[in-house]
């Protein structure tokens, strides 16, 4: 009881008592929206890591979603909702596995440890293919139309990046301060 109350009250004072929001907007330079792109701001204070658990599908010899923005740390699930044989693979240095030929939900996720996008595929079906962009920071997300919001964060500065498939050059960072029921807007534009 009392080791709960503890982690209790941690937990609701790490919580900022009111919370910003900011939108960001991606763009090629015509101005058309890029899809799936990922945006996430790293604040400058630490933030406690979490234990998360995500998925990517294998629906139609396709990853559902195509492209999956996690926190450093999270563990990703490969369920193959397929009825034929997949075998997920990553050469990427942000993180390198190979899973077995399998159908159906694998024993074990794969913890994504470090930073950095990782190209995924199938050995079997080397049409598939999708990414897992693991991110340093809870305040994420995946762009719908070009626009996202991210909303839920606290006081303080940050950095904003993005990521979109095919990126030849990252755009430059953002920093902004935020208050802590403050709203603010971003603009990227994307370079093909």
Known sequence: MCRSV???????????????????????????????AVAYAVPARTIPMSRTVAAVDQVNRTFVPHVLPVRVGTWVEFPNSDNVL?????????????????????????????????????NVHEQMNGFIVVVPTPYFGTAVNGRLTL???????????????????????RYLKLAADGTAALAFVAVK
């Open 6 to 36: 503890f982690v209790l009250a941690a937990l609701l004072i790490a919580l900022p008592l009111a919370a910003a929001s900011l939108e960001v907007n991606i763009t090629y330079p015509d101005g058309t929206a890029v899809p799936n």
């Open 86 to 122: 997949h075998q997920v693979y990553s050469i990427s240095p942000a993180k390198r596995f190979q899973s077995p030929l399998y159908i159906g939900k694998p024993a074990r996720p794969i913890q994504f440890d470090k930073a950095g996008v990782v190209a995924i595929g199938c």
């Open 151 to 173: 909303d839920g964060l606290g006081a303080d500065d940050y950095t904003v990046r993005v990521w979109y498939e095919g990126m030849l050059k990252e755009p430059e960072p």
